[in-house]
């Protein structure tokens, strides 16, 4: 009897364990994923949504973008290449810029000597030198002489700075429409730039020097300096350079005493001095004073 339960008490083996993922004697207790609370059944299975949950998104992210339609890609790819114009003018004004003096440095040249040669009352005879004329002061002279140059050659003077946006669009649309370059819009703030300045070349690189140098113009002097300067400039045909030679050329007397006709026919010199000379196309240069009338009649 002793014997036998010394055998089964030898014999006697404690409990073991074992889980379903083939673990032996662990030591561990483990439940079934299903049964863990908060699962469904199958591994990751989520809890089920209550009833009025709103349905949820089959993707994440950003939504889809719809197309932007004719007129939308034609604004952006116009405003892209807009950008890129603006990029471009920038870079080419850059450039020529450079090409120029420093602003700290640029003056208004002085106007070259000339001899003038008198009688022996003061009068005047003759004029010797390229300028062949004094420069006068805008206020010594009528005022319908300046309003004459305004009329014919730049009607917005006293209301841009430098360059006329609206008389380029047209001039550009009119040359479009006509097939060749047939009207120009330079200012006349951009013609004294040219004169005193530049040469006559016709170059990209001169247009752009001429733009440039009209802005500095501008913010450096007063409307009527300017003009001060370019009726004291401008030429006028038969070696006269100002509004003083050309009316002692002309008509024989000072800027200062001309009549309204006279200074018409003096503004319309100034787009072709050679052709529209009085003492050489009387006709011509009379026809034009016409156009200058009728043009500071509207202005």
């Given at each position: 009897?002793?014997?036998?339960?010394?055998?089964?008490?030898?014999?006697?083996?404690?409990?073991?364990?074992?889980?379903?993922?083939g673990?032996?004697?662990?030591?561990?207790?483990?439940?079934?994923?299903?049964?863990?609370?908060?699962?469904?059944?199958?591994?990751?299975?989520?809890?089920?949504?209550?009833?009025?949950?709103?349905?949820?998104?089959?993707?994440?992210?950003?939504?889809?973008?719809?197309?932007?339609?004719?007129?939308?890609?034609?604004?952006?790819w116009?405003?892209?290449?807009?950008?890129?114009?603006?990029?471009?003018?920038?870079?080419?004004?850059?450039?020529?810029?450079?090409?120029?003096?420093?602003?700290?440095?640029?003056?208004?040249?002085?106007?070259?000597?000339?001899?003038?040669?008198?009688?022996?009352?003061?009068?005047?005879?003759a004029?010797?030198?390229?300028?062949g004329?004094?420069?006068?002061?805008?206020?010594?002279?009528?005022?319908?002489?300046?309003?004459?140059?305004?009329?014919?050659?730049?009607?917005?003077?006293?209301?841009?700075?430098?360059?006329?946006?609206?008389?380029?669009?047209?001039?550009?649309?009119?040359?479009?429409?006509?097939?060749?370059?047939?009207?120009?819009?330079?200012?006349?703030?951009?013609?004294?730039?040219?004169?005193?300045?530049?040469?006559?070349?016709r170059?990209?690189?001169?247009?752009?020097?001429?733009?440039?140098?009209?802005?500095?113009l501008?913010?450096?002097?007063?409307?009527?300096?300017?003009?001060?300067?370019?009726?004291?400039?401008?030429?006028?045909?038969?070696g006269?350079?100002?509004?003083?030679?050309?009316?002692?050329?002309?008509?024989?007397?000072?800027?200062?005493?001309?009549?309204?006709?006279?200074?018409?026919?003096?503004?319309g010199?100034?787009?072709?001095?050679?052709r529209?000379a009085?003492?050489?196309?009387?006709?011509?240069?009379?026809?034009?004073?016409?156009?200058?009338?009728?043009?500071?009649?509207?202005?």
């Amino acid at each position: 009897m002793m014997a036998a339960r010394g055998q089964a008490r030898r014999e006697r083996q404690e409990p073991r364990f074992t889980d379903e993922f083939g673990g032996r004697e662990s030591g561990e207790l483990r439940v079934k994923p299903e049964d863990r609370p908060g699962r469904s059944r199958g591994k990751g299975a989520r809890k089920p949504a209550p009833e009025d949950a709103p349905p949820p998104r089959e993707r994440r992210g950003r939504p889809r973008r719809q197309g932007r339609g004719f007129f939308g890609t034609l604004i952006y790819w116009s405003f892209v290449l807009g950008l890129w114009g603006l990029v471009a003018v920038g870079g080419i004004v850059a450039y020529f810029a450079m090409k120029l003096p420093p602003i700290d440095q640029l003056s208004v040249p002085k106007r070259p000597p000339n001899i003038a040669i008198l009688a022996s009352d003061g009068s005047l005879i003759a004029n010797r030198g390229e300028t062949g004329g004094s420069a006068v002061p805008i206020g010594e002279l009528p005022p319908y002489l300046g309003k004459a140059f305004v009329a014919i050659e730049d009607r917005r003077f006293y209301s841009h700075f430098g360059i006329d946006p609206i008389g380029l669009g047209r001039a550009i649309l009119r040359n479009i429409a006509r097939g060749r370059a047939e009207q120009g819009a330079s200012t006349l703030t951009q013609q004294l730039a040219k004169n005193i300045f530049l040469t006559q070349e016709r170059t990209m690189s001169r247009k752009v020097q001429e733009a440039l140098l009209s802005l500095w113009l501008e913010h450096k002097y007063s409307k009527d300096q300017i003009l001060e300067l370019y009726m004291n400039r401008v030429y006028f045909g038969s070696g006269a350079y100002g509004v003083e030679a050309a009316s002692q050329k002309y008509f024989a007397k000072s800027a200062r005493a001309v009549t309204l006709g006279e200074a018409a026919v003096l503004a319309g010199l100034v787009q072709s001095p050679s052709r529209l000379a009085p003492n050489r196309n009387p006709e011509g240069a009379a026809e034009r004073a016409g156009i200058v009338a009728l043009g500071e009649n509207s202005t």
